[in-house]
């Protein structure tokens, strides 16, 4: 808490009446990106309202883009998870709730695109998108991470039906 108090120059009493405990601010900190993270995805799939297939591929390649920042060290939410390893921490509790509601978009998103097993297409997606952020956080955003978009299409062609 005293880092956030010489970081943003708030006093520890102002900081104490927003937020009762770290976790408590770090929950938070957990929410806000969740929402910034949802209005860039519907933005995106907005785009390409109409065809589920191809709003499948877009949340991958904004996972993709994601990874190119400079300042890239792994998802916030899955490391947020790894972070606080106990259920009941309001963080870890934020960040599981963000990739739950990931999986279940992109299981709503395959079953309109008719995928043949849209449980099976939703989870291979989360292990593409997982595996993307775990190998740019450590190998880099061009080394396997760089092959997500074509892991994801060849995924999705296998298991949307054409026209």
Known sequence: MQQVVEETGLGKSALYREFVSKDDLVAAWVRELDAESWSRMEQALALHEGDPARQLLTVVELA?????????????????????????????????????????????????????????????????ISGLYANAATLGPTGPAGRAVAAARTLIDRHVPRG
């Not at 990874?67 to 606080?84: I, K, L, M, R, W």
């Not at 739950?100 to 997606?125: F, S």
């Open 64 to 128: 993709q883009e994601s990874v190119q920042a400079p300042d890239f060290h792994g998802c916030t939410f899955y490391n947020t998870s790894a972070e606080f390893r106990d259920p009941a921490h309001p963080g870890r509790q934020e960040a599981v709730a963000h990739l739950d509601r990931l999986r279940l978009r992109l299981r709503a998103l395959a079953e309109a695109a008719h995928a043949t097993d849209p449980d099976a297409l939703a989870d291979m997606l989360m292990l593409v």
